[in-house]
């Protein structure tokens, strides 16, 4: 039986890194507790289950059911369901990701108990042994603690990189099992017509260490060309403010925000971003932001490091040839 218990994601069979993190995240709260940290895969095989536990499990459940061949969302709340009943965790971890964000609420109704969203930090209370997590509210402006009421699971959804994966350790022992929830097909109310790709260069916008972000200050599509060589040369990616993108200038596939991506850069480069709440809250955990803003009152520099008030069109062109100078250097 798992203590703690965490939703794992695969992607064409690899395990995503969201895993490893909650994997993480789900130890700091057993080295309290003193319970097991199990892992929950979905269509799993044998492969991903040993390394979930060199990364931290004691247990894998592969979850094994032809209904879940599509990986659609009814079918996979229904088999998480059977999972909790069968292993019966006192904590459940899920990723705060584009599957996440609905398996999460939907199955903490399942099971009857409360969901804390969007944290970025979970411990146990050494003398409760309850989860108390922390998670930003007012639009990122301030951060609350929340814990649970007696009832379990204590169900949390917790962002991408909030925590980082603990080194794999292949000497690690654990079991792998496997659980067929025989799912009737009934379960599934929806059906999957089409998977359209999306074709992506470089590095994904919420795994990348550096960012380069543009905003509504730019004035129109055309400099995020800049923004895409100053990316290009920190082997970094572009993210976009939500006024761009419903502006058109970019997709929304570049949004950063409370309504966009999550990121969680070393490094954050802003080009006219004033700093709303609402973007400050997708980017708040960067460990450095650099803006440039001709507004010397713009939000953004009350969460900079460093800050260049001035016409971006002035600042940037001479940035990029010294950024470019030094990597060529």
């Not at 803006?291 to 010397?296: L, P, Q, S, V």
């Given at each position: 039986m798992a203590g703690v218990l965490v939703i794992g994601e695969l992607n064409d069979d690899a395990l995503q890194s969201i895993t490893g993190e909650l994997l993480a995240a789900g130890r700091r709260i057993a080295d309290v507790t003193g319970e097991n940290v199990g892992v929950a895969l979905l269509n799993g095989g044998d492969a991903v289950g040993q390394?979930?536990?060199?990364?931290?499990?004691?247990?894998?459940?592969?979850?094994?059911?032809?209904?879940l061949a599509e990986m659609q969302l009814d079918a996979q709340v229904a088999a998480l369901e059977k999972v909790c009943s069968e292993v019966q965790p006192s904590v459940v971890l899920i990723g705060r990701t584009l599957a996440g964000r609905d398996v999460g609420p939907r199955l903490a109704f399942r099971l009857g108990v409360g969901l804390a969203q969007d944290c970025l930090q979970v411990e146990a209370d050494a003398n409760s042994g309850r989860v108390v997590a922390v998670r930003p509210v007012y639009g990122g402006n301030a951060l609350a603690k929340v814990t649970f009421p007696d009832a379990n699971p204590q169900m949390v959804v917790m962002r991408a990189k909030a925590y980082e994966p603990l080194d794999a350790d292949d000497s690690r022992a654990g079991e792998v099992s496997i659980i067929n929830p025989g799912l009737d097909s009934s379960v599934v109310k929806a059906r999957l017509v089409e998977t359209v790709s999306q074709a992506a260069e470089g590095v994904r916008l919420e795994d990348a260490n550096i960012v380069v972000g543009g905003g509504r200050g730019l004035g129109g599509p055309e400099p995020f060309d800049q923004l895409e060589d100053l990316a290009r040369l920190l082997g970094g990616a572009v993210g976009a403010s939500r006024a761009v993108c419903d502006a058109g200038w970019l997709d929304h596939s570049y949004q950063v925000g409370l309504t966009g991506k999550t990121i969680t850069p070393d490094l954050y480069i802003t080009v006219g971003i004033s700093g709303a709440s609402q973007h400050m809250a997708g980017c708040s955990a960067s460990k450095n932001i650099i803006?440039?803003?001709?507004?010397?009152?713009?939000?953004?520099?009350?969460s900079a490091s460093f800050g260049v008030v001035g016409d971006w069109k002035n600042v940037l062109p001479s940035f990029i040839e010294t950024v470019r100078e030094l990597v060529n250097s």
């Open positions: 390394e979930t536990i060199s990364l931290g499990a004691d247990n894998a459940y592969l979850v094994q059911d032809e209904v803006a440039i803003n001709r507004d010397a009152d713009a939000n953004i520099f009350k």
